[in-house]
């Protein structure tokens, strides 16, 4: 029963974290905070999760999928009633609470001071993409299935993401670990840098590859069949909805949590296949992602944690995926490589070491080439002792400056 009840935790702590949002104060932003610091704790402490059973019910796990949209709607609406002021209260959840704990909810949040409210959007940052980002994922993958399609679309419109879903299925899984992957960082590129690009480039394929599909069946980009513009006619109603529910600073409030929700996925994306690199006409293998097989990451990421399986076969779901242990493993397990992500150089001091790991051990020698010339460009002078560099210098033609002899 555990195996199953694990994977309902993340909507489950969505829905704690939202009502924590009704109690004012501290309460709007301790529970985020627990909830980042406990998993990356809790990685550290429990055994990696290699376990490879498979589930007699598939349909239970898809269940916990279906909450993603419910808890979505929920931390949404929970968010707006936390943004109001004075006697405002949304559809009534201040009384119904008062009501059934005695507390005067509407009180509390009108004491609350203001710098909480700064904690609470930082705070709330990856619960909010966990919501709608992480089981939308998933369900945006299984392309055969309509309603899960549908579903992982319109939580992830939530938050405004609706390139990502078009992008990441149709773009990110075929140019993984090549330059034209906007998801796939550079070596030498920190988050900050690599960030502007990868939303920009991420628009700008999602536009593409849509672009592309409605020209295959004969209609305009303007079409009610684009799916763009469908899951934008989402995101504007959510965002109408913010203003109307609780005024510019509802709505401001929104807009700053569809920013970070797309800073969350692809700093999500950057330590997933940070340096990667492989020829463009050669096959993805489970090598080309960093992997990690830590538990309690896994559980509140649908075990995209094991991304090396998810890149070698997207269609598998989620509690299919193999652990795929001897692949590269990502520093220190997700939330740990996630939160390291935002610090330069200590992001720089944890996955160097792996990258020339990777090099020596995992890289054939056709991606030689390619490694040296990026760990050249990286500008990091740890990153000259790799094995790619040194077989490139080795080979090399005579009087050239690296190039691998034919």
Excluded at 332 to 348: C, E, H, M, N, V
Aim: with cysteine.
């Amino acid at each position: 029963m555990l195996r199953y009840a694990r994977f309902f935790v993340n909507p489950l702590v969505v829905f704690a974290i939202s009502a924590g949002l009704l109690f004012g104060n501290f309460w709007i932003w301790l529970p985020g905070i627990l909830y980042v610091a406990g998993v990356a704790i809790a990685d550290q402490i429990y055994p990696h999760d290699t376990e490879e059973k498979p589930y007699r019910f598939p349909g239970v796990l898809d269940f916990s999928l279906y909450l993603s949209l419910p808890a979505v709607l929920v931390l949404f609406v929970c968010l707006m009633w936390a943004m109001g002021s004075g006697n405002t209260d949304i559809f009534g959840i201040g009384a119904g609470v008062q009501q059934a704990t005695g507390v005067d909810v509407i009180a509390a949040r009108n004491a609350t001071g203001w710098y909480h409210y700064p904690l609470m959007l930082l705070a709330l940052s990856l619960p909010a993409t966990g919501a709608a980002g992480l089981a939308g994922h998933e369900l945006t993958h299984r392309t055969s299935r309509p309603f899960d399609l549908w579903l992982g679309r319109i939580a992830m419109a939530t938050w405004w993401g609706i390139a990502f879903p078009i992008e990441h299925v149709y773009g990110h899984h075929a140019y993984v670990a090549t330059k034209k992957d906007p998801a796939t960082a550079a070596r030498g590129d920190s988050l900050y840098q690599h960030l502007p690009k990868a939303l920009k480039r991420t628009v700008v394929n999602a536009w593409e590859i849509e672009t592309a599909r409605l020209q295959k069946v004969g209609k305009s980009f303007w079409s009610p069949s684009n799916v763009l513009l469908r899951m934008a006619v989402v995101s504007a109603f959510f965002t109408v909805s913010a203003y109307l529910l609780a005024g510019i600073p509802g709505l401001l409030a929104y807009l700053y949590i569809c920013v970070i929700a797309k800073v969350a996925l692809e700093a999500l994306n950057y330590i997933e296949h940070y340096g990667m690199l492989r020829q463009l006409n050669e096959p993805v293998q489970p090598r080309h992602s960093w992997n990690c097989n830590h538990t309690v990451s896994g559980v509140f990421t649908y075990n995209l944690t094991r991304h090396s399986h998810h890149h070698a076969d997207a269609q598998v779901h989620y509690q299919n995926l193999k652990a795929f242990s001897e692949q590269p493993e990502m520093p220190g397990g997700l939330q740990t490589a996630y939160l390291a992500a935002f610090i330069p150089s200590l992001w720089r001091k944890k996955i160097a070491p792996k990258l020339l790991v990777w090099d020596r051990e995992q890289a054939s020698k056709q991606e030689y080439p390619l490694l040296a010339q990026a760990n050249i460009e990286s500008g990091w002078p740890e990153l000259m002792s790799s094995a790619a560099n040194q077989y490139v210098k080795e080979h090399a033609s005579p009087g050239s400056s690296g190039t691998v002899a034919a």
